[in-house]
């Protein structure tokens, strides 16, 4: 099976966690791309969405699901996203599609965090994929510095030629050369410090459950 049709599997299979009657919220990225359109075949059965970023918003609209704002409702039953990585524990790295901000605040709405990914994803320690992090743009050379303290390279995404622009108009931090053994501690500390906007651990925001798409279908493993 290809790495395509491994995020169709679990897109499809992540349907079984909507619950009618019931705002979902919604993640970004290439795996989620395919849980909204598999999420557009029981439109009709809730009454929309909590998008995490302005892309998964675009195609939940253009599907026709009406797409709420966060501040509009209460807690959401469960949050469906992808992941760069996810350990043992369910603690994951997110970030490579520029939304984990709003990935984290929607999560942090919701009592389940569901997440979908191909077997590549899953890591025994944390730091194999290049850390996100969304910073304030005038705090990147302090942060820079902070992370060459703990053994890590931090580079500015690079888009067109541009730093990044993220949603909530910041730049992304990509961080090679980190092993996470304290997923916890360590969101906990890099989120304290001066110009962070969130880090791309989430550990406080960790999965409940993961469908994970392997060559022998989904395996579904819970935390
Ligand atoms: C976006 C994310 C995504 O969930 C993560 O990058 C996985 O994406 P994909 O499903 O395309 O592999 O955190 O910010």
Not at 118 to 128: A, I, P, T
Request: with cysteine; hydrophobic share 45%; glycine share 12%.
């Amino acid at each position: 099976m290809t790495q395509d049709e491994l995020k169709a599997l679990v897109g499809q299979a992540a349907l079984q966690y909507v619950v009618p009657g019931e705002i979902v919220g919604v993640g970004t990225g290439s795996t989620v791309n395919k849980f909204i359109e598999a999420l557009a075949g029981i439109k009709d059965s809730i009454p929309g969405a909590v998008s995490s970023s302005n892309a998964s918003t675009q195609r939940l609209l253009a599907l026709g699901i009406r797409v709420f704002d966060a501040g509009e409702v209460g807690e959401l039953a469960v949050y469906i996203d992808g992941a760069d990585e996810i350990d043992g524990r369910g603690y994951m790295v997110k970030g490579g599609g520029a939304a984990l901000t709003r990935e984290k605040i929607v999560a942090a709405q919701s009592r389940r965090f569901v997440c979908i990914a191909d077997d590549s994803k899953r890591v025994e320690v944390l730091g194999r994929f290049p850390l996100p992090v969304e910073v304030i743009p005038m705090a990147t050379q302090r942060i820079v510095r902070q992370f060459q303290a703990m053994g890590g390279t931090a580079k500015v995404r690079i888009k067109d030629g541009q730093p990044l622009v993220t949603d909530n108009g910041q730049h992304i931090l990509d961080v090679t050369g980190l092993r996470i053994r304290e997923p916890l501690a360590f969101e906990t500390e890099v989120n304290q410090w001066p110009g962070v906007l969130t880090v791309g651990v989430f550990a406080h925001q960790k999965a409940a459950v993961c469908l994970l798409g392997t060559a022998a279908g989904v395996q579904t493993v819970s935390y």
